[in-house]
């Protein structure tokens, strides 16, 4: 089986493993084979979150985010915020925010400046700037929702 999946192209393994008939063998051999392959933990990270069997796709967002994956990260933070599926674990997703926005991740950008925003403890707290900074990236990333909180904060 190992063979098989050498001699297949990414998009290829994609339509397989996304075809209704995929056998347990062939599933077994990609997630052997995520372990040292970023393409492949995305596929199986992706297989799983399209199923919405997030149980088993926790392992594969872990492992993307080994990767440096930001959608990944961005997931994985989603879960540890609201205690989906896992402990929940603000700290956690926090740091995972903070990865998938440097990775240019919109949706991160936008909620680390929430967070930092809306935790600081002062205006004159250096969060607050750094929230900004994040909600800038996030527009110039394409997220609307970040336009029109900076256009309400500069009221």
Same mark, same amino acid.
């Not at 199986?44 to 872990?62: G, Q, S, T």
């Not at 609201?82 to 926090?94: L, P, R, T, V």
């Given at each position: 089986? $190992?063979t098989e999946l /050498?001699?297949?192209d990414?998009?290829q393994l994609e339509?397989k493993?996304? #075809?209704?008939?995929?056998?347990?063998v062939?599933?077994?051999?990609?997630?052997?084979?995520a372990?040292? =392959?970023?393409?492949?933990?995305?596929?199986?990270?992706? !297989?799983?979150?399209c199923?919405?069997?997030?149980?088993?796709?926790?392992?594969?967002?872990?492992?993307?985010?080994? %990767? =440096?994956?930001?959608?990944a990260?961005?997931?994985l933070?989603?879960?540890?915020?609201? @205690?989906?599926?896992?402990?929940?674990?603000? #700290? !956690?997703? %926090?740091?995972?925010?903070? +990865?998938?926005?440097?990775? @240019?991740?919109?949706?991160?950008?936008?909620?680390?400046?929430?967070?930092?925003? %809306?935790?600081?403890? #002062?205006?004159?707290? +250096?969060?607050? $700037?750094?929230g900004? !900074?994040?909600?800038?990236?996030a527009?110039? =990333? @394409? =997220? /609307?929702?970040?336009?029109?909180?900076?256009? /309400?904060?500069?009221?």
């Amino acid at each position: 089986m $190992k063979t098989e999946l /050498t001699n297949l192209d990414l998009q290829q393994l994609e339509d397989k493993l996304f #075809d209704e008939s995929t056998s347990e063998v062939f599933l077994a051999s990609l997630k052997a084979s995520a372990v040292d =392959n970023a393409d492949i933990s995305e596929l199986m990270y992706r !297989y799983y979150l399209c199923a919405v069997d997030y149980p088993n796709a926790i392992p594969f967002l872990k492992l993307a985010d080994t %990767f =440096n994956d930001g959608y990944a990260q961005l997931c994985l933070a989603s879960l540890y915020q609201q @205690g989906k599926h896992c402990d929940k674990d603000e #700290d !956690y997703a %926090f740091k995972l925010f903070e +990865k998938a926005a440097a990775n @240019g991740e919109a949706e991160a950008q936008h909620e680390l400046a929430l967070q930092l925003i %809306f935790n600081a403890c #002062d205006i004159e707290d +250096k969060d607050i $700037k750094l929230g900004h !900074y994040w909600l800038n990236e996030a527009v110039l =990333n @394409g =997220n /609307t929702d970040s336009e029109i909180l900076l256009a /309400t904060l500069s009221h």
